[in-house]
């Protein structure tokens, strides 16, 4: 088992900067690869980037390109996004996920088998 603990949100106004972290903690070398999803206020859940756990690959979603930095620091058992030039669309509960499984699609939230309980990110306008 792999238990995931995210923190770093709050209210920011828009335009602002967040850096938020997930801890990993148990089964942590089993993790392949880890991701944050992302659910706005009466939306689905939402791929937001993943980033692999032993290389250099990774990538994002759209609307956070250019904006967004995901990394991973393997020695504390750390992930992060660091989220810039913040919109009031990108309010929602950001939650962190692992797996221990490859997939052709790793930004489906149905590969991760670990999860985190989320944190809240709100942005004012």
């Known amino acids: 088992q792999v238990q995931l603990v995210e923190s770093g949100g709050a209210t920011v106004q828009a335009g602002g900067s967040l850096r938020l972290s997930c801890a990993a903690s148990?089964?942590?070398?089993?993790?392949?690869?880890m991701a944050w999803f992302r659910q706005g206020p009466g939306k689905e859940r939402e791929f937001v980037a993943h980033?692999?756990?032993?290389?250099?690959?990774?990538a994002y979603a759209d609307s956070v390109e250019d904006r967004f930095v995901i990394s991973r620091d393997n020695r504390k058992n750390m992930m992060y996004l660091q989220m810039n030039s913040l919109r009031p669309e990108d309010t929602a509960v950001y939650s962190c996920?692992?797996?221990?499984?490859?997939?052709?699609?790793?930004?489906?939230?149905?590969?991760?088998?670990?999860w985190g309980q989320g944190t809240q990110v709100t942005v004012s306008s």
């Open positions: 996920a692992a797996t221990s499984t490859t997939a052709s699609d790793p930004w489906s939230q149905e590969r991760y088998t670990y």
């Open positions: 148990g089964r942590t070398f089993s993790i392949l690869r």
């Open positions: 980033i692999s756990w032993s290389t250099d690959n990774l």
